[in-house]
């Protein structure tokens, strides 16, 4: 199961946001594609942040009750942001997934390159479709 790696279950076109874009239109987004949260993408594909429901709720809670809508991703996205890289072990991230709790992590290159993402779902998939192959044998 080692063999498992995470460019073969990850999402390579998941939900992106941008540092200016307005948290209204992150938030539709979010919605749009039933998505938990996603990357924060600089011009060159870098990854700068990530930004999640939950940022998201607190800051449309704000905006509800001073009927403002003005904030901008970068005003509420994390910048210190738990990455993998995608030549990591399935097995690795699944166990780093019951560390630290995140449900989607960026997946980047050795250069910090946004490359996709890889969620529990993928995750989950990738070691059921592996017991399912090992009882096949």
């Known amino acids: 199961m080692e ?3 995470v460019n073969d279950y990850m999402n390579r076109r998941p939900v992106t946001f941008t540092t200016e874009m307005p ?3 992150a938030v539709e987004r979010l919605l749009g594609g039933r998505h938990t949260g996603g990357a924060v993408i600089d ?3 870098k ?3 990530f930004l999640s429901e939950q940022d998201c709720i607190e800051q449309m809670i704000e905006s509800s009750y001073y009927r403002e809508q003005v904030a ?3 005003d509420i996205m994390r910048t210190e942001v738990l990455s993998v890289k995608s030549y990591d072990s399935i097995l690795e991230v699944a166990q780093k997934m019951l560390a630290e709790k995140p449900k989607i992590y960026p997946v980047v290159d050795d250069d910090g390159y946004f490359l996709g993402c890889i969620s529990r779902a993928d995750v989950l998939y ?6 399912r192959d090992g009882y096949k044998r």
């Open 47 to 49: 990854l700068v942040g």
């Open 43 to 45: 011009i060159k594909n």
């Open 72 to 74: 901008r991703v970068k």
């Open 23 to 25: 948290v209204a239109e």
């Open 126 to 131: 990738a070691i059921d479709v592996q017991l």
């Open 3 to 5: 063999s498992l790696k």
